[in-house]
């Protein structure tokens, strides 16, 4: 008997198939282990926080870009450049009114009051806004 002679091409495979047959079967024993009560629990709370979230509606966009660029505004002199915040014509001019407001506010009753009049405000003119066509509707279509 020789040895040492060129291997067999059926041989080889047969070894990658049995080495890939054993890590599957570990692996698989492996995972299963875990799969009681605590890992049907982990899974569940897997899938659930990787649900999609929930696109939002363009008025809730608007009211969070409003509220967010008139609190950057409120304690400022002047209110800025509108293209410079990415806001449309409309949206600068709820937030106009919004920090106008929340200025007032802040004077009487302090800063986290302006806050809350910002949140309310800024939901409120964007949810009118948008019912009455939003930036479809403006003077430039």
Do not use: F
């Not at 106009?96 to 809350?116: F, I, L, M, S, W």
């Amino acid at each position: 008997m020789a040895t040492g002679g060129a291997p067999r091409p059926g041989l080889r495979l047969l070894g990658l198939w049995l080495g890939l047959t054993v890590l599957t079967g570990v692996t698989t024993t492996a995972c299963a282990a875990g799969s009681g009560s605590a890992g049907a629990r982990s899974t569940e709370a897997a899938a659930s926080a990787s649900a999609p979230p929930r696109a939002a509606s363009p008025d809730e966009l608007c009211a969070r870009v409003v509220a967010y660029w008139s609190r950057k505004v409120l304690d400022s002199d002047t209110y800025g450049d509108y293209q410079s915040m990415g806001l449309s014509n409309g949206q600068y001019e709820i937030l106009r009114t919004v920090v106008d407001a929340a200025r007032d506010e802040k004077r009487r009753q302090g800063v986290p009051a302006a806050h809350r009049l910002i949140d309310r405000q800024a939901h409120e003119g964007c949810a009118d806004w948008y019912r009455t066509g939003g930036p479809s509707k403006g003077p430039w279509q």
